[in-house]
């Protein structure tokens, strides 16, 4: 039997294995400038944080899989979704290193790139699609793809080969249910006011809480709408406050009423149970609940600044070119930023909240207190 090598920093870690990888296509560390060994470091840096996040996403997503959730459970997703923001923001900060690098020096090795891309991490692709981005939502890269499965087609090899980005693409696909799937399931299934969708009575009693809490909700803009006038300074100013708070009853009334495109009557009572939680999130069974969604919140907000933070460097340093994998640049990357949201409605709640002291009072509340047994 041979002896156990004693371990070093340097094996775990396989220190050598990961500097000897900055050295570009040229294979060779010594031809490249700083600048360059600065981009490809910064990039790689970016994909080994990719993938913890993809294992805390789906981690996270792993949890809701089961029938039931218990309350204390959630803390285990919440901590995976507190990780994944955490890392995002780090790898934010990541960009100021990239933006030290000055114009002349990145186009010194950018035509090198062609027609390589940002767009093509395979592992930026398998997030979106692990976090629940639709298909059909994603934006046309340019040339080098079309509308639908563009995207797909730019993670081709070289005349169209196969590659392992696209195989990577390819196997995230397969991997169902998305993260926001299973968290539609789990809310879809969370008891309102003690009432879960099973009972005779859900649809009922989900819209005596709706109607309840869409009520106090009109009375809180009444009350905006009656100090707004006291201190507007014309009547012309006075019928455009009215007409907009008008406005924003129905829109509320109408985010209640789902179209079934949208997913009709399941996604109404989805779209309640996240105004349950936030509304009443001082209740002891809805404390874990709440720190859920609001870590859902805390990630696609980071991904969202990652973006932006991505298209003002490319904008900093090498302002509006055409991107070299053949995009429109900054302008698909700010594009991006703005409509890739997977948790929209958790951000359209924020909305609808009223003050703790204007929602109206539960019929059950006691439901939500802590229990033996």
């Given at each position: 039997m041979s002896e156990k090598k004693p371990a070093t920093y340097w094996d775990y870690i396989r220190v050598e294995d990961l500097l000897a990888l900055q050295d570009g296509i040229e294979h060779d560390e010594a031809q490249l400038k700083n600048d360059e060994v600065l981009f490809i470091t910064v990039h790689q840096v970016f994909e080994l944080w990719f993938k913890l996040v993809l294992r805390e996403v789906r981690a996270a997503r792993d949890l809701f899989l089961t029938p039931r959730v218990a309350e204390q459970e959630l803390s285990g997703a919440?901590?995976?979704?507190?990780?994944?923001?955490?890392?995002?923001?780090?790898?934010?900060?990541?960009?100021?290193?990239?933006?030290t690098m000055p114009t002349r020096e990145f186009l010194a090795f950018r035509t090198k790139l062609l027609p390589a891309s940002g767009f093509q991490s395979a592992q930026l692709r398998q997030i979106e699609i692990l976090m629940g981005l639709p298909e059909d939502e994603r934006i046309s890269l340019g040339p080098a793809g079309a509308s639908g499965s563009g995207y797909q087609a730019a993670l081709r090899g070289p005349g169209g080969s196969e590659s392992p980005a696209l195989e990577r693409v390819r196997r995230a696909l397969a991997d169902v249910p998305s993260l926001r799937d299973?968290?539609?399931?789990?809310?879809?299934?969370?008891?309102?006011?003690?009432?879960?969708p099973n009972h005779p009575q859900a649809e009922a009693r989900l819209g005596v809480f709706l109607e309840s809490f869409l009520t106090a909700h009109a009375q809180e803009i009444d009350l905006n709408v009656e100090h707004a006038m006291a201190i507007a300074e014309s009547d012309t100013a006075r019928v455009e406050l009215k007409r907009r708070?008008?406005?924003e009853k129905a829109t509320v009334r109408a985010f209640f009423?789902?179209?079934?495109?949208?997913?009709?009557?399941?996604r109404r009572r989805i779209r309640a149970a996240m105004l349950f939680i936030e509304t009443y999130r001082e209740l002891p069974l809805l404390a874990w609940p709440r720190e859920l969604l609001e870590a859902l919140?805390?990630?696609?907000?980071?991904?969202?600044?990652?973006?932006?933070?991505h298209a003002r460097m490319v904008e900093r340093i090498i302002g509006r070119r055409t991107g070299t994998g053949g995009s429109s640049g900054v302008d698909y990357l700010d594009a991006t930023a703005l409509k890739y949201r997977v948790f929209r409605d958790l951000w359209a709640i924020r909305t609808l909240q009223v003050r703790r002291a204007a929602a109206p009072e539960l019929a059950n509340a006691a439901f939500y207190d802590f229990r033996n047994g």
């Open positions: 919440v901590r995976s979704l507190k990780r994944v923001g955490t890392i995002l923001r780090v790898a934010n900060i990541h960009w100021d290193v990239v933006e299973a968290i539609d399931a789990w809310l879809w299934r969370t008891p309102i006011d003690g009432c879960d708070y008008e406005a009423a789902p179209s079934e495109p949208e997913g009709g009557v399941r919140v805390e990630v696609e907000q980071r991904f969202v600044i990652f973006r932006q933070r």
